[in-house]
RNA sequence: GGGCGCGUAGCUCAGCGGUAGAGCAUCGCCUUCACACGGCGGGGGUCACAGGUUCAAUCCCUGUCGCGCCCA
């Protein structure tokens, strides 16, 4: 074995990753007696691939997982995609397009055919890039919303819920989406800010010719659907209206002026026009007055005239049924251009107002939403809600941060009926079938419809059954029980469900864990997982959100490609701290790439110096201070990284390990070991630094392995700590009893500020290092002394000492000096340095100190201090103020000498 | 309008009652036999602002300003 000079991140991953697999350490064991760790995958739309937000989600994930698997759990990754409903069925109807054909034409078979076709050619693309990550799923175990198992866990679900009254259909308003034709949920609208206009219309009043009601209106076509003209109650010079009519412009209908608070005073006029069949406003106003509820768009939002036909009337100057009849199957925003010239012409347009409002778009489709009255399935969200809100107030799921309760309680506690019918043909289809006569048979399969029907009917009778399939998140929200079987009772239900941790954004409470939270608790009696860790959103340098439209965003893979996987999933831990965004850019895995590179050269060092490791290594058994030292680091190390994991601190966690491995193994450790593994050390001396070399590598590569997996596994193979692909499956470190480990820390501490306090005289007296010079040091202990007698070698190499000894006479001539603890350290370097120089850095440094003083004489100086501050506080301010004024005294008379 | 979060070194962020830290960047020295994806050393901050609590505030409280997100 040698290592090669540079870690090649391309040729060891695949290798590695096939090699976990083969030996199973991904794989969890139901029949285990391990206490289990479960973590279910947030499952990826299987249109997706993989882009950053994923990165981090699963980096976190196989952080974790990989975490407890070495901590001895029983650990089940659960692998598996989402079918996405809508972004499925739109990517495969876009591929249809460019072969010129039409879902429709093919009909619904024909297309749920070719989109089962795309998925089997297409649909693996996001798990084999989650292969690239690293990640440690259970792939066996892999699961897709749309397998027989899944579809058999959603009918089970529906029907039950149907019949408990909590899945039920419903003639309302929902939000229509009228470029994919489908009702979609809340969820899926978004507001978006839209510069627009505020139309003032004239509407008539009967019987009092002249006389008008103006409405303000930012949507002039709905008006053919009008059915009221609402005042609030209290309005100055409406309110007497209300009890009149008004008449209709261009439909001629009488339509009622009405008080309704919902009419604001203060906005536009303070009359509004009432659509129940078009605004969700409007509806309600519309239940409260018993006010028909005519539709005049369609499907695909076109005026439709065959719910007003009956009431349109010609009225002279005011309404014309001709002009209307001409609207028929003209787009939305085409007849509010042809309405208001009409009414501009009718002298009925009072007037335009810039206007900006929200206006509400469907989130994939892109397109204003249209309110429309149709009747759907819908899940009472509100009981089912009740049960997640306690499990949360209750503790028995956690959020981390904590912060995003309020968020999940706010949503949960106002939630609205959940629209769960899709007119889509990709997904769920609804477990409901109809008889002639429209009733409603809810079962899991035709044969138990049938059944019913027979009930009802006394006879059989020809069902059809509901078009319309469920909403994507319907199945989701089954994803932490589904997986493992149910309904059936699975060993894998009993042993996993419910599962530990859940990890996922922000943006996703609403629309999934919320979802599972609810049907969790109603369909199994228990929470899905215990934990919810919210992490941010990945933005690129400059803050922005990634996307593809911006073309801002950075491809994953090519920096796996250019940097490997480790440095993309060490930068991801190190930048990810609790509740905030994670800017990332190529640069910064381009640095974390740098701790990759360093931890591989310094195995490098290990290999070169023979460091092997020794099964029988006992680390009590250490004698060497540099030994005993490296063990107490290696100690705090473990208890760092392993708090910040539990704590969720994946900042923390792999900052403990860049600063254990750079600054304590390397840059010391290493550095410290060179003079006792030379030719002519004791060979006593150097087999033990051998052994606790290599002991303290391994105890790294454990410690570091749920970040960074595959350099570790690799050098953990290559050293022979265990057979190939092991580390995956090895003991997470744990700290050990160090001999006079306090002793050893003091030693060290004293030897790296000797050393650093040489190194930094020189280099601000621009000593080069090609000339070493004797270090001086006068007030030495003994103690002191004796640590100088066995750290010489390292002093020499690491101070460029020349010799290290007492200084029994005066301070030589243009000497340097430097104050560390009662040692004045003086270096004679007549000719090499610049007195002017070295009396502006004494000064500096003896006013620094004086400064630190004068603060410190301040406070001891104030009695209340005395009195009321804790005593270790007060008697550290003396401790520090007794050691300032004594470097102070020795700097002083250094620069009296000089 | 309601809610939440954030304003700390040039940048990204940690710290959150006891006299300011890291990484990167920057400057100087060094191609020293693991590593120039490196080593050593240095410079750089009135911790957004204003009040208050406290012996003591970057940290707690109140307000102001600025930025971001969610909901209406």
Known sequence: MTLDSRFAPADVEPRLYEGWEKVGGFACDPASQAPPFTIMIPPPNVTGSLHMGHALTFTIQDTLVRWRRMQGRDTLWQPGTDHAGIATQMVVERLLAAEGKDRREMGRDAFLERVWQWKAESGGTITTQLRRLGASLDWPRERFTMDDGLSAAVKETFVKLHNEGLIYRDRRLVNWDPKLQTAISDLEVENREVKGSLWYLRYPIEGEPGQFIVVATTRPETMLGDTAVAVHPDHPVYGALIGKWAILPLVGRSIPIVGDEYADPEKGTGAVKITPAHDFNDFEVGRRHNLPMPSVLDRQAMVTLAEIEDVMTSVPGVADPAFVRMLEGQARFAARAAIVTELERLELLEKIEPHTNQIPHG??????VEPRLTTQWYCNAGVLAKPAIEAVETGKTVFYPKQWENTFFAWMRDIQPWCISRQLWWGHRIPAWYGPDGEVFVAKDAAGAAVQALARYGHEEILTQDEDVLDTWFSSALWPFSTLGWPEQTPEVARYYPGDVLVTGFDIIFFWVARMMMMGLHMMGEVPFRTIYIHGLVRDEKGQKMSKSKGNAIDPLELIDTYGADALRFTICALTGPGRDVKLSAARVQDYRGFVTKLWNAARFCEMNGMQPEAAFDPAGVKLPLSRWLLTETNTAILEATAALEA????????????????????????LSKPLLAEGADPAGAAEIRSVG???????????????????????????YGEACSLIGTSWPEPVAVPDAQQARDELDWVVRLIGQVRSVRA?????????SPVLLQGASDEAMGRVGRWMDAIRRLARASDVSVLTGDVPKGSALAVLDEITIVLPLEGLIDIAAERARLSKERDKLIVDAKKTRQKLDNADFVSRAKEEVVAENRERLATADSEIARLQAALDRL
């Open 363 to 368: 989130d994939r489709g892109g397109v204003p």
């Open 648 to 671: 969720y601190r994946f900042d923390e966690y792999a900052g403990a390990g860049y600063r254990f491995v750079w600054n304590n193994f390397c840059d010391w450790f290493l550095e």
């Open 694 to 720: 290599a002991h303290v590598l391994g105890q790294i590569l454990r410690l570091l392995h749920p970040a960074i997996p595959f350099v570790t596994e690799e050098l953990w193979d290559r050293f022979g």
């Open 764 to 772: 601000e007296m621009n000593v080069p290092p090609s000339k070493p």
